[in-house]
């Protein structure tokens, strides 16, 4: 059975398969303080089943018609010190996002609905982000004379151009999943009848998947920033080395070349 954690997310664990999923439905999925403890702690869980190899793949998703309205305005409006309570929400949501994105194992988000403000932060925080083609994405916050959060300020810089970026950012232009997927902001778009079944046709590739590759590649993409070009020739060859030698590389060569289908651990 799932675990609910401050009645805001589940966390489930089922064939290696870490689920976080938001709940909250009838808020919209609104990111307050509670949204917040609960994804820092979901994060803090998948971290250690994974490090464990009880998880192979995390799939963080949504319930209902949305995935995340964003921040709620009327706790934040109410509080005796707004500044105070926004700060500890996102230093929350924060340490959340930063644990699934040091995941050595494969995150795949689940874009259902609507994602507004920092529920597109967490929208986009898998390696692997696949949105139904009519769900719309939209900051928000300079409508409310506010700055982005959740990592929106690294995450849509980093995906597409400066200009593009400016327009969501300044104007909040709403996008469409579609139109998502073609600018590179997500990895694919999808009509929504066909979303679940695409989530997990990529979810099962990716646990037959060899894990240790898998790990490494991603590693390796999310360092190369911080490296010079032959800095990174250096890793790359110094890795694939290692892997070629090692259970699952020798199981993929050799797989190869019988031309059979390779039996990772």
């Given at each position: 059975m799932p675990e609910h954690i401050h009645d805001r997310i589940t966390y489930?664990?089922?064939?290696?398969v870490a689920r976080?999923?938001?709940?909250?439905t009838r808020a919209h999925n609104s990111l307050d303080r509670q949204m917040g403890r609960a994804l820092r702690t979901a994060a803090d869980m998948a971290a250690a089943d994974a490090a464990r190899g009880d998880a192979r793949v995390v799939v963080v998703s949504a319930q209902g018609r949305v995935f995340s309205v964003g921040g709620d305005l009327a706790e934040f409006g109410s509080a005796a010190d707004r500044g105070a309570a926004v700060k500890a929400t996102a230093d929350d949501l924060h340490a959340g996002l930063a644990a699934l994105r040091a995941l050595d194992v494969p995150v795949v988000s689940v874009i259902n609905g609507t994602a507004a403000g920092g529920g597109l932060g967490l929208a986009l925080s898998g390696d692997i982000v696949i949105a139904a083609a009519e769900a719309k994405l939209v900051l928000a916050y300079t409508a409310s004379g506010l700055t982005p959060d959740c990592g929106l300020t690294w995450v849509i810089p980093n995906r597409i151009s400066w200009v593009r970026a400016m327009d969501l950012v300044l104007t909040n232009r709403v996008v469409t999943g579609a139109e998502a997927a073609d600018w590179g902001l997500v990895s694919r778009a999808v009509p929504s009848e066909q979303l679940a079944t695409v989530v997990e046709s990529v979810v099962a590739t990716l646990l037959d998947g060899a894990s240790d590759a898998l790990a490494h590649a991603k590693r390796l993409m999310a360092e190369s920033a911080g490296r010079t070009l032959t800095a990174q020739?250096?890793?790359?060859?110094?890795t694939i080395a290692r892997l070629i030698a090692e259970t699952d590389g020798i199981e993929g060569v050799d797989a190869f070349l019988a031309k059979r289908t390779p039996s990772y651990r």
């Amino acid at each position: 059975m799932p675990e609910h954690i401050h009645d805001r997310i589940t966390y489930d664990l089922v064939d290696r398969v870490a689920r976080i999923e938001l709940v909250h439905t009838r808020a919209h999925n609104s990111l307050d303080r509670q949204m917040g403890r609960a994804l820092r702690t979901a994060a803090d869980m998948a971290a250690a089943d994974a490090a464990r190899g009880d998880a192979r793949v995390v799939v963080v998703s949504a319930q209902g018609r949305v995935f995340s309205v964003g921040g709620d305005l009327a706790e934040f409006g109410s509080a005796a010190d707004r500044g105070a309570a926004v700060k500890a929400t996102a230093d929350d949501l924060h340490a959340g996002l930063a644990a699934l994105r040091a995941l050595d194992v494969p995150v795949v988000s689940v874009i259902n609905g609507t994602a507004a403000g920092g529920g597109l932060g967490l929208a986009l925080s898998g390696d692997i982000v696949i949105a139904a083609a009519e769900a719309k994405l939209v900051l928000a916050y300079t409508a409310s004379g506010l700055t982005p959060d959740c990592g929106l300020t690294w995450v849509i810089p980093n995906r597409i151009s400066w200009v593009r970026a400016m327009d969501l950012v300044l104007t909040n232009r709403v996008v469409t999943g579609a139109e998502a997927a073609d600018w590179g902001l997500v990895s694919r778009a999808v009509p929504s009848e066909q979303l679940a079944t695409v989530v997990e046709s990529v979810v099962a590739t990716l646990l037959d998947g060899a894990s240790d590759a898998l790990a490494h590649a991603k590693r390796l993409m999310a360092e190369s920033a911080g490296r010079t070009l032959t800095a990174q020739l250096d890793q790359e060859s110094s890795t694939i080395a290692r892997l070629i030698a090692e259970t699952d590389g020798i199981e993929g060569v050799d797989a190869f070349l019988a031309k059979r289908t390779p039996s990772y651990r």
